[in-house]
């Protein structure tokens, strides 16, 4: 019987400044990812924290599929070693295939870019689009100031206590792995169309 591939798409850096602290953590859940029989789906760019993930894929021999913005790609940003590229001209276009192509979706340190492509994540899921694992890595506190914004948003009544449901954070690779092998997917709910 043929087993279809596991794939996660991982949020990150690709910044060449992101402090070492970050490296080490995330060479480590990459390794044990592909221990789990996972492939990579990711932005595809050959610096940062991204180059760290996409190394430890390859080193492990596991499938890579790199999805990259046109601009970076133009600028020879785009991981060479990719088992298959795929090139977008905008951003949105960029996030879609990421969230179809991957099985589960890990966010690690990043700017602007892992918050965007994090935020429409989880949006999408509450709206039914997707009912894949999100997990927030919390590496070092990274996620701190970030998840207290999202208890404010709750407080405020600006979202549901039950967006919670939605991610999963974690402070450890094994926790990752834990939450990924006992995910069970979210019942259908329309609470999203209520208005209390």
Do not use: W
């Not at 899921?125 to 894949?132: D, G, P, Q, S, W």
């Amino acid at each position: 019987m043929l087993v279809k591939m596991k794939y996660v798409t991982i949020y990150t850096s690709s910044s060449n400044h992101v402090i070492k602290k970050y490296r080490g953590v995330c060479k480590e859940l990459s390794d044990r990812l592909t221990q789990e029989g996972y492939g990579l789906v990711y932005g595809g760019a050959n610096v940062g924290l991204m180059k760290v993930v996409a190394d430890e894929f390859k080193k492990n021999q596991a499938p890579i599929i790199s999805v990259i913005l046109e601009l970076f790609d133009r600028h020879n940003l785009t991981y060479e070693q990719s088992d298959e590229v795929i090139v977008t001209k905008t951003m949105s276009e960029r996030k879609k295939i990421m969230q179809e192509r991957g099985d589960a979706i890990i966010a690690l340190p990043g700017g602007f870019g892992t918050l965007e492509e994090l935020s429409e994540a989880i949006t999408q899921k509450y709206l039914k689009r997707h009912n894949n694992p999100i997990i927030i890595f919390n590496v070092k506190g990274f996620f701190d100031h970030l998840l207290a914004y999202f208890e404010r948003l709750i407080e405020e009544k600006l979202a549901k206590p039950s967006i919670r449901e939605y991610f999963y954070v974690a402070d450890s690779v094994d926790s990752i792995i834990k939450y990924l092998s006992e995910y069970q997917p979210i019942e259908e709910k329309s609470e999203y169309l209520s208005t209390n």
